[in-house]
């Protein structure tokens, strides 16, 4: 049984810095793309960055780019999502998703999601 659980949401203030984690379990994770979106209630999905299956390629929201870096070690089976300078408009709960293609930003497109981790940024 496949199982994504993400980590390293939290509260934190304007310009300030999250790392999140995603770590995978129950699939051969580097045959994996690999993405995070995020939601907001009240709102649809949204694509925030994704990478693929040997991490060569990685694709970003316009509204992240320049802030957001995503990673993935196979080793660990996990992908990160280093996000700095937040805003408040970012707060958001985001969730990892893991798909068979790269470059996809439907969430409908992947496979396997996670729960999500909450992250709020206070202004």
């Known amino acids: 049984q496949v199982h994504l659980v993400e980590s390293g949401g939290g509260l934190v203030q304007a310009g300030g810095s999250l790392r999140l984690s995603c770590e995978a379990s129950?699939?051969?994770?580097?045959?994996?793309?690999m993405a995070w979106f995020r939601q907001v209630p009240g709102q649809g999905r949204e694509f925030v960055s994704g990478?693929?299956?040997?991490?060569?390629?990685?694709k970003y929201a316009d509204s992240v780019k320049g802030r957001f870096t995503i990673s993935r070690d196979d080793a660990k089976n996990t992908v990160y999502l280093e996000m700095n300078n937040l805003r408040p408009e970012d707060t958001a709960l985001y969730y990892c998703?893991?798909?068979?293609?790269?470059?996809?930003?439907?969430?409908?497109?992947?496979?396997?999601r996670g729960q999500g981790t909450q992250v709020t940024v206070s202004s």
């Open positions: 998703a893991c798909g068979s293609y790269y470059g996809l930003t439907e969430t409908s497109a992947f496979d396997y």
């Open positions: 129950g699939l051969t994770f580097r045959s994996y793309a």
């Open positions: 990478t693929s299956w040997n991490g060569g390629r990685t």
